[in-house]
Structures are given as structure tokens and as C-alpha cells.
Nanobody, 118 residues
Framework: QVQLVESGGGLVQPGGSLRLSCAAS????????MSWYRQAPGKQRELVAT????????DYADSCKGRFTISRDNAKNTVYLQMNSLKPEDTAVYYC???????????WGQGTQVTVSS
């Protein structure tokens, strides 16, 4: 049974930090590109950050570069998103995504709410 379970969301003040985690199970984690997406109310889901398995190459949305860091631990089947200098516009539900490097088959987590507000 495939599972992607996000955690670490919550309420934080502008300028604060949060670390999201996504624990994966039920598939070969190292064969998947892992990404974080987010969806704010009334907006489309957007890609935040991606990390491939081999070499740890990463990519970020322009709005997140320099503030967010994606990482993965293949031994723990977990992907992380460290978010610093958070802004109110970062408020959204954050989703973990796994995409197979060959077939592009995808799995999604259930999402975790991040709210940046004073």
C-alpha cells in the first residue's frame, strides 16, 4: 500500500521557518523524483521544489529560491522541505509528490496546511 504522509505544517509568523517532512512507503523511494507542490485558496497547484535521487539535483520555483531547501534521505524514505523567511504569500496546502523516473507514474500525499500570518 503506497503512502505519502506529510507533516510539519502549522501557523508561523512572517519571517519564521518551518520544516515539512514527507514519509514514503509502499514503493521504491530511490526510483522516484520527489517534489513539493502547494495550492493556495482559489489558485492552481504549483510546483515548489523538486529533487532527483541520483546526485541530489534540485530545482525551485523562482518565488522560493534562496528561502526553501528540499532534501531527501533515501535510507529513511523521507523528503524534506526547509522553509525560511516565510511570507504571507507562502500560505497554502503543501503536497508531497512522487514521480517514477521512467514511467512518470505519480503518487500524492494528503497535504499539510502552512499558514503565514501575524
Amino acid at each position: 500500500q503506497v503512502q505519502l504522509v506529510e507533516s510539519g505544517g502549522g501557523l508561523v509568523q512572517p519571517g519564521g521557518s518551518l520544516r515539512l517532512s514527507c514519509a514514503a512507503s509502499g514503493f521504491t523511494f530511490s526510483s522516484y523524483v520527489m517534489s513539493w507542490y502547494r495550492q493556495a485558496p482559489g489558485k492552481q497547484r504549483e510546483l515548489v521544489a523538486t529533487i532527483i535521487s541520483a546526485g541530489g539535483i534540485t530545482d525551485y520555483a523562482d518565488s522560493c529560491k534562496g528561502r526553501f531547501t528540499i532534501s531527501r534521505d533515501n535510507a529513511k524514505n523521507t523528503v524534506y522541505l526547509q522553509m525560511n523567511s516565510l511570507k504571507p504569500e507562502d500560505t497554502a496546502v503543501y503536497y508531497c509528490n512522487a514521480r517514477h523516473v521512467g514511467t512518470h507514474h505519480e503518487y500524492w500525499g494528503q497535504g499539510t496546511q502552512v499558514t503565514v500570518s501575524s
